[in-house]
Every structure is written in structure tokens, then in C-alpha cells.
């Protein structure tokens, strides 16, 4: 092996194990790395972009002026860190869902000094009929959607007590009990944040091309999505009317922003700031569906947008210190 390959390959750290942990509340091993993303303090910059997939996020790392870090925990989070516009960045992949989510800002507040910003960056369906696919929508607001599993239950039992499957659909039709929660009030992402990602979006990819409006953060992306699939017992008819009943200016679904800006919300020892942005990649009202070579394009362009968003975000406190791996003699 070449000495720059050698390099490389320690530098990416891929799929490596903690050591052993001496607290169950935070597990944290001697080197100083935390249980599931894997990382250490110095590793992680205080600006963070986020994703779901992993592709995604190595395609968008290749848009910082320099990649100082690469790591995959064994859970599966990949982590680029590196430099925009001279700022220190990182890329994560989370995959999808809240317990990833949660997971990965709960233990990144833990190893970063100072203030946070997270940044989503994703695919959504709309639920406006003015905004097309292929649209990049800027989430400034957000509420979660989930099912009621103990009223599911509740209802399964009727169903299963019912004289037939007919007489029970007509019974749940006339009662429109449905088994879902929806959040009283949204939680309002970063305002400054949101105001420099429109910036960006704007001059990259045109102003008609950005969108924004209310988010819901759904707990399935078929049930509390309000997808018709006759597969499993979900009663989601008219969930998507009910949402846009409630919240007039409810305008995408997807299944992660709530949680960040729940968690910013939440933090009670630094100042952590959140927003979102995803591309319209499902059409829910008119049923058209994204082409890959325009979602690859918005990847790319939206990708950007956010990095130069991150890097012109102003922090009170930010890490610094020769731990840091943007600060390293070879950086």
C-alpha cells in the first residue's frame, strides 16, 4: 500500500468500534468517543449539513475547498469534516427517522464546544399545488404527525370483533376516529438561517425555484403520510385534508425536521440553531414523481447553497485548538 493510500484509508476510519464505556447514561469510551456516531471531540465541526442518505453526503462533501476528516461509525453515521469558504463544516449522513436523528444531535452537543447550527438538507412531497417537483422548499416552520398505537390496538380489536370487515369500515367511516396525532403548534426554525439558505438557494438555483412554508415530520413515511397502501390496518383516509384543515399554510411531509428543531429548542447549555431544506421530490396533489437526473442536479446545486448558507452563519462560540482536525499542521 502507497503511503498516500495508507493516509487515506486511516484518515476515513471507516466502520470503527468505540472501546469500552463506563456510563450507560453517556457512553463515552477513554479516547473520548461517543457510542453511536463515533466521534470525538475535534472531529465535529459547530456547523453541521445533515442528510439521510449517504450517497448524498459524499457527493456533497466533494463541494468543500478541503476534506480534513472522514469517518463511518459502526451505526452507520458517515461523517465528512472540512473547510468552506475557510470555515470548518461537517457532512453527516444520518438516515432517516427520529431515533437517528436524535441519536446523532444528542451525542454531537456532547463533543462540540460552544454553539451549533444544523442544517437538513433532504427530499420532501408537497402538498401545494403552486409549488412543482423539483422545487427546493425551506422549512420555517415545522410539527410532527404520528400514529396512536395504543387507539390502533383499541380499533384492531374492534374490527376483529366485528360481525364483518364491512360493518366495521362503515362503523370507522361514519365515526372518523382517526388513529394520528398531529402537534397543537409548529416550532419555528432559525430565522437568520432560513434567510441565508434562500440567499443562496436564490443565486444558484433562481428564485422561482425556492419555495418554503410549514413542515410536518411524519413517524412512517406510508401511514402518518397519509399513503394508500391496503397492505396493514392505517385508516389514513383524508389525513392530508385534515393536516391542511388545521394548518393552512402546511406545505411538505417528510420525517426528520421536527426533530431538529425540537432538539434546538430543548438544549439548555448551549444555543443550537436549525433549519431545513428539502427538494420537492413527490408532487402529493397532482401524483408526479422527480426524475433522478433533475433530483441529481438539485442535489448538487442544493448542496452547495447550504455549505455557502453554513459558512456565512455567524457563531458567538465556536471550537478551536489544535484538536481540532481543521486545524492540524497538514490543514
Not at 360481525?163 to 382517526?178: A, L, R, T
Request: proline share 3%.
Amino acid at each position: 500500500m502507497t503511503e498516500n493510500k495508507q493516509e487515506k484509508e486511516e484518515k476515513k476510519n471507516f466502520g470503527k468500534h468505540i472501546a469500552d464505556v463506563d456510563s450507560v447514561d453517556l457512553p463515552i469510551d477513554q479516547e473520548g468517543r461517543i457510542y453511536h456516531i463515533g466521534l470525538k471531540k475535534g472531529e465535529l465541526a459547530n456547523r453541521i449539513l445533515t442528510v439521510g442518505d449517504p450517497g448524498r453526503a459524499g457527493r456533497i462533501s466533494k463541494q468543500l475547498d478541503k476534506v480534513c476528516f472522514e469517518f463511518q461509525s459502526n451505526r452507520g453515521y458517515y461523517t465528512y469534516t472540512g473547510l468552506k469558504n475557510g470555515v470548518p463544516i461537517s457532512i453527516v449522513a444520518t438516515g432517516m427517522g427520529f431515533p437517528l436523528v436524535d441519536f446523532m444531535v444528542r451525542e454531537s452537543a456532547e463533543i462540540v464546544d460552544g454553539d451549533m447550527v444544523f442544517l437538513r438538507f433532504g427530499t420532501c412531497g408537497v402538498v401545494r399545488e403552486d409549488i412543482p417537483i423539483g422545487n427546493i422548499v425551506i422549512s420555517t416552520s415545522s410539527i410532527m404527525g404520528r400514529r396512536d398505537y395504543n387507539l390502533v390496538e383499541r380499533q384492531i380489536k374492534e374490527r376483529d370483533n366485528s360481525e364483518s370487515n364491512e360493518s366495521y369500515e362503515n362503523k370507522w367511516g361514519q365515526n372518523k376516529v382517526f388513529p394520528y396525532e398531529i402537534s397543537e403548534e409548529p416550532i419555528l426554525a432559525n430565522e437568520k438561517l432560513c434567510d441565508l439558505l434562500e440567499e443562496c438557494l436564490g443565486n444558484n438555483l433562481g428564485k422561482e425555484k425556492v419555495s418554503k412554508g410549514l413542515n410536518l415530520s411524519a413517524d412512517s413515511f406510508y401511514s402518518t403520510q397519509g399513503r394508500k397502501v391496503s397492505t396493514f390496518f392505517d385508516h389514513n383516509q383524508g389525513f392530508v385534508e385534515m393536516v391542511q384543515k388545521k394548518f393552512p399554510d402546511f406545505t411538505t411531509m417528510e420525517m426528520e425536521t421536527y426533530i431538529y428543531f425540537h432538539l434546538a429548542k430543548s438544549c439548555v447549555k448551549k444555543n443550537i440553531y436549525a433549519s431545513a431544506a428539502c427538494i420537492a421530490l413527490a408532487q402529493r396533489i397532482s401524483g408526479k414523481f422527480l426524475k433522478n437526473s433533475i433530483r441529481i442536479e438539485r442535489e448538487k446545486v442544493g448542496g452547495l447553497s447550504c455549505l455557502e448558507a453554513l459558512s456565512k452563519m455567524p457563531l458567538e462560540k465556536e471550537m478551536s485548538g489544535k484538536h481540532c482536525v481543521w486545524e492540524t499542521k497538514e490543514n
